[in-house]
């Protein structure tokens, strides 16, 4: 029999990251792999969640360890580094820019262009066409690529970002606490949408606060305390106490 093949490398992956602010530590060497489907981050406050995903996402640099892109170390300078890597971020503020139309800001910094007369202009009817097939995928209901943005409400204006990352292919998506600013009806369309985006084994990883959640929508579970990960589970194996266990530590 030939050996199995060596597997592949996870698409992203931390190795010994750590940041300091000052004399607060926020990061302690963290190492971690994340698997398709989607990776919950959970912790209280301070534990260093939001500053592991701004050093994945290109935001910040870390002050030791690196970012591991399929098994290859990378150095980010910022999120477009990120992106080109094939990690699109979703942050509460989303990048859109309020002023432009739904499409202008799917393929904002990527637009399509054509010649015409020898000059080279913005393609706004193939940009407006191909948003709108994307826009057909994200299962949310979206006015016209024609809308702008200013005109969305939160779900909405998350679906065009989400939208966005699926068009350019992103190998990874990064959510830092999305759903916060949506009611409870958004919050269920907008879950519904990244549990498909997961399902199609794509990486998501996602932080947030909501415990009950996040043990029903993810499909792997991390536990930060203190600037480290302090357990890796199977979230159909943990209950609500064993997380608030480990995010104390008194576990």
Do not use: C, W
Not at 62 to 71: F, M
Not at 117 to 131: E, F, H, I, K, S
Not at 213 to 238: F, I, W
């Amino acid at each position: 029999m030939s050996p199995d093949p060596t597997p592949a490398p996870p698409r992203l992956a931390a190795a010994g990251l750590a940041k300091e602010y000052g004399h607060v530590v926020a990061l302690d060497g963290v190492s971690v792999e994340f698997k398709p489907g989607l990776t919950g981050i959970v912790g209280d406050n301070g534990a260093g969640k939001s500053t592991l995903m701004r050093i994945l996402s290109g935001v910040e640099i870390a002050d030791e360890g690196s970012v591991l892109v399929d098994g290859r170390p990378q150095a980010f300078g910022s999120a477009l580094d990120a992106r080109l890597a094939g990690i699109e971020s979703l942050y509460q503020d989303l990048a859109l820019v309020d002023t432009m139309s739904v499409a202008d800001n799917i393929f904002l910094g990527r637009e399509i262009t054509r010649r015409v007369l020898g000059v080279r202009t913005v393609d706004r009817r193939r940009m407006r066409q191909q948003a709108d097939q994307v826009l057909t995928t994200v299962r949310i209901s979206m006015p016209s690529s024609r809308a702008g943005v200013r005109q969305l409400s939160g779900g909405q204006r998350q679906a065009v970002a989400i939208a966005r990352a699926l068009h350019f292919k992103a190998r990874v998506l990064l959510l830092d606490e999305p759903t916060a600013a949506l009611g409870p009806r958004e919050t269920a369309a907008f879950l519904s949408l990244i549990r498909h985006v997961a399902d199609s084994g794509e990486t998501v990883v996602m932080v947030g606060h909501n415990l009950p959640q996040m043990l029903q929508l993810a499909d792997h579970l991390l536990v930060m305390r203190a600037g480290q990960v302090r357990a890796a589970l199977n979230p159909r194996q943990t209950t609500l106490r064993d997380l608030a266990e480990l995010m104390v530590g008194s576990a």
